[in-house]
């Protein structure tokens, strides 16, 4: 089973820049459509984007578009996500998960693996 760990959150000021990434203990995660959601407290976790095998396609929230970047490097079986321009609604849990489904990218059904999450806070 591929495990996935997340790292990189903390806290920042608004405006501010972080960038989170996932680590696959496993090459097969390569084969795996990978994304990364998030859960605010006491909100349902939400999608925030995506990426395919290849990482030629992405997919992203309205909420972030222009904001984040979700890219991947397959040698090192890692997903990253590139937070700039962060607001104070961007605090939540930040979860990278895989996906081995060819569709449904922003519904967190479609995942089969997640890691543990990430803690991000934005303070004003």
């Known amino acids: 089973q591929v495990q996935l760990v997340e790292s990189g959150g903390g806290l920042v000021q608004a405006g501010g820049s972080l960038r989170l990434a996932c680590a696959a203990s496993?090459?097969?995660?390569?084969?795996?459509?990978m994304g990364w959601f998030r859960q605010a407290p006491g909100k349902e976790r939400e999608f925030v984007a995506a990426i395919n095998r290849s990482g030629v396609s992405t997919t992203y929230a309205d909420s972030v578009k222009g904001r984040f970047t979700i890219s991947r490097d397959t040698a090192k079986n890692t997903v990253d996500l590139q937070m700039n321009s962060l607001k104070l609604e961007d605090t939540a849990v930040y979860y990278c998960?895989?996906?081995?489904?060819?569709?449904?990218?922003?519904?967190?059904?479609?995942?089969?693996?997640w890691g543990q999450g990430t803690q991000v806070t934005v303070s004003s």
């Open positions: 998960a895989a996906s081995s489904r060819p569709y449904g990218s922003t519904n967190r059904a479609n995942y089969d693996l």
């Open positions: 496993a090459r097969t995660v390569n084969n795996y459509r």
